[in-house]
Nanobody, 118 residues
Framework: VQLQASGGGLVQAGGSLRLSCAASGFRFTSYNMGWFRQAPGKEREWAASITYNSGSTHYADSVKGRFTISRDNAKNAVYLQIDSLKPDDTAVYYC????????????WGQGTLVTVSS
């Protein structure tokens, strides 16, 4: 089971990034997918999630309107489009998987660092 996140980098405030997460080793279409982030000195927090069939998406209030989560089940991939980046978005971003219908976030990728300069 593997989740490989990529797409992080250094970007100026107001800019955009698209994070990607490639999944392998499990039945991707049976899992809800999520993005979490951990800022320096803070606990990891949930940012966005999408159901196994893309039927529903959910966002933390702090990112609503700026983050867009999507998935491509044919490619076993989940994406996070981040617009209007703020310095407070600086964090390591992790993708995670939870079995649909009652699963927990128990499968994690290694994270990709997003740094936003002011």
């Amino acid at each position: 089971v593997q989740l490989q996140a990529s797409g992080g980098g250094l970007v100026q405030a107001g800019g955009s990034l698209r994070l990607s997460c490639a999944a392998s080793g499990f039945r991707f279409t049976s899992y809800n997918m999520g993005w979490f982030r951990q800022a320096p000195g803070k606990e990891r927090e949930w940012a966005a999630s999408i159901t196994y069939n893309s039927g529903s998406t959910h966002y933390a209030d702090s990112v609503k309107g700026r983050f867009t989560i999507s998935r491509d089940n044919a490619k076993n991939a989940v994406y996070l489009q981040i617009d209007s980046l703020k310095p407070d978005d600086t964090a390591v971003y992790y993708c995670a998987a939870a079995r649909a219908f009652g699963g927990s976030w128990d499968t994690w990728g290694q994270g990709t660092l997003v740094t936003v300069s002011s």
